[in-house]
């Protein structure tokens, strides 16, 4: 392939063979297949906070300043990796990993890689080859918040939004699962990706928290030294895609407005076609997409944006989808500052969007951490790929945490809400093998 610093091409099922949890990157799309390892330089751990005055005040203006700096951070720091990366001689360095939802709050997971390897997008076929292997077993479930802490929340944003000028806003929770063993994270993987083959599926390795002296730290680690208790994986399938660059031509592709699927085929299409004409869910994809527009148009030559949406699929959900499609006016504007300009998005926010993060703030007793930011990868010429952190959880030692949030606009109701997002928890459970044991979570 014409990647620099690509060692030979193969193909996806053997990098995926490859993949080694606490040292491997690994990012499956629709058009690449990718897996980075080792760990040739890693975005700074604690100088995020440094940067960013932290505000215990609560005022929303101050917040905002805080993730501008956090975002105008993240960038330049990669631009200084990968200028750094080129004086040590590498032709094309690229940056891979993961970026939080608010990086004034948390750090991004990013680092250049030692080895970079990519092969073609899975084919299905292949995938199907795959037999899907329990990954956890013997698990303790604890849902943070309760079901009913969630309800409540969802209520009070509605009569929030009865009052004032909010839209809509993203409220997520999460499960806290324990496993009898250390969760096979190899096989995790293998899991989501045969499920997932039109997504996004990846597994970032996760900072243990070393001190930073300077900016940048070089790590050379040495593989037999890794225990997999020490290690913290970021791992998921995410269906939606922020946006991927290549020259100048961009295309992002949200989803907003969700439905669970059926086991049944007659049942599956209804859910689909009602979704499709629901009201609220074509009101709760439309602000997404205004959104999305408006902050790619300043950007764009030419920005192609459907007048309707469709419907996209999972394996667990039906989606409300629109493809957008762009000429960037400035080749320079690299993938990255493509992602930022547009994130966070109503589809994982809100709108207007810094009252949406207040109410998050307020109403989620918990870090998004890198759940809701974004994945994937960006090279030196700034082409890349960037999807949401979505249908993923954070795995170490025995314990994974999983993450889903559902839209909330007006016309929600609390119990459809919590239902969506405990379909949305099933793509991490599927791959688990745990399904069966929370079947209460699947909506009906
Ligand atoms: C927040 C999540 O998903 C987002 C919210 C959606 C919705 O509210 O309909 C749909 C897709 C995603 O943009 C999640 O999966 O956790």
Request: charged fraction near 20%; aromatic fraction near 6%; glycine fraction near 8%.
């Amino acid at each position: 392939m014409s990647k620099a610093g690509a060692i030979a091409a193969t193909s996806a099922l053997h990098l995926l063979e490859q993949y080694r949890e606490g040292t491997s990157f690994f990012w499956s799309s629709p058009q690449h297949t990718l897996l980075a390892q080792g760990e040739r330089m890693r975005f700074p751990v604690s100088a995020v906070q440094q940067q960013v005055v932290s505000d215990s005040s609560g005022n929303k203006d101050h917040a905002h300043g805080n993730h501008v700096k956090g975002v105008h951070f993240v960038i330049e720091q990669v631009r200084q990796m990968i200028q750094e990366a080129q004086q040590t001689g590498l032709r094309k360095p690229i940056v891979v990993g993961a970026i939080p939802f608010d990086p004034s709050q948390s750090s991004a997971e990013l680092l250049i890689p030692e080895t970079v390897q990519w092969a073609e997008p899975p084919s299905h076929a292949a995938n199907g080859s795959y037999e899907r292997r329990p990954a956890a077993a013997g698990c303790e479930i604890e849902e943070a918040p309760g079901a009913e802490t969630y309800q409540r929340s969802v209520n009070q944003v509605l009569r929030q939004m009865e009052q004032g000028e909010l839209d809509k806003v993203v409220l997520s929770r999460t499960l806290r699962v324990v496993s009898d063993d250390l969760v096979d994270t190899h096989q995790l993987l293998r899991n989501l990706f045969r499920d997932n083959a039109h997504g996004y599926t990846f597994a970032v390795p996760m900072n243990k928290g070393t001190e930073t002296k300077s900016n940048i730290t070089t790590t050379y680690r040495n593989d037999d030294k890794v225990n997999h208790q020490g290690t913290r994986t970021f791992i998921g399938a995410s269906p939606e895609l922020l946006v991927t660059r290549k020259g100048t031509i961009i295309r992002a592709n949200p989803l907003a407005g969700s439905a669970a699927r059926s086991d049944d085929p007659g049942e599956d299409r209804r859910r689909a076609e009602a979704l499709l004409a629901s009201a609220k869910d074509r009101h709760e994809h439309a602000v997404v997409i205004d959104a999305v527009a408006a902050a790619l148009r300043p950007l764009c030559k030419q920005l192609i944006v459907p007048a309707e949406p469709s419907l996209i699929q999972t394996s667990t959900m039906w989606h409300l989808s629109t493809e957008i499609h762009g000429e960037l006016l400035d080749r320079d504007i690299s993938s990255l500052e493509v992602a930022f300009a547009l994130h966070p998005t109503p589809a994982i926010c809100g709108t207007p969007v810094l009252m949406a993060r207040e109410a998050i703030g307020s109403q989620e007793p918990f870090d998004r951490g890198l759940f809701t930011g974004m994945v994937g990868w960006c090279d030196s010429e700034g082409d890349g790929e960037w999807a949401v952190t979505i249908r993923c959880a954070e795995v170490e030692g025995n314990e994974l945490r999983l993450f889903a949030g559902a839209g909330i606009v007006a016309g929600s109701t609390p119990e459809a809400e919590l239902a969506e997002t405990s379909a949305k928890f099933r793509t991490m459970l599927l791959a688990m093998g745990l399904d069966s044991t929370v079947s209460h979570l699947k909506e009906e």
